[in-house]
């Protein structure tokens, strides 16, 4: 049975490499009965995005050649914290958690208040125990891609987790539990940049998917996500792993 991965991705004020302001993305792993189901999907997404209407948008699909991982979801905590101070606060203690340590944590939030790091639309890679970035992709970063969490499936998850059947939970929890099942990467920290969106996340294999309700302030657009890997060696493998090999949530 084939499997293909539909792509999709909008943007205001021209195509995204030509300084258009990214409005939404998606994307789906489907069968072939199933892939206008999901190019009408994500078309619906990126018109009715709460960003704004998009004056470009591209769609692509392409068969999987590789096997496709299956992972169930990592377990969820929520962490309800009462100010931006204690969100933080709680994310480093979880980072700590995973075997990040305090350095490396600190390096971490440098890079995030450096001007040059706001608008990245991918991951920063960092060293667990040097703190240092060791992706070479600048300020675009490394974008997870080949992922999906079937739709139902994902329903059902959701109320009996009593989480928010929203596509950006689906999303961030079908990324987080691709990135936590690569035995190199110890731990992600994540936040929107949606200046609407205020929750964020630490996950890892260890922890879990740890949602912590208030990491920034509303209309803040500055959002992050970081990765903290074990080893710089292989670096290749793990970006390779991260934007082609197949995962689909169960
Ligand atoms: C959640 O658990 O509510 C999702 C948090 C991260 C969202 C990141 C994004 O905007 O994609």
Redesign the pocket.
Known sequence: NKIFNIRMRAAKGGPHEKGGKHISGGEILANYEDIQKAVNDLVEKALTHSRGNPDFMQIQFEEVQMPVQFLAPLSITANHVLSVREGQQLAMQLLRKCGVPSPSIEKAYELIAQPKNVGMRGAMLLHVQSGERVDNRGEKGVRVSRMDWDAANFEKWAIRQEMPRSA??K??ITLATKVASHPEIVAEL???D?PD?I???VASEKIGYQ?ISKLKEFGDER?FRIFFVKDALNLDSYIHYLEKEPTLLY
């Open positions: 950006r939970v999303e961030a994540c936040w929107s949606d969106y929750t964020g996340y949602r959002g």
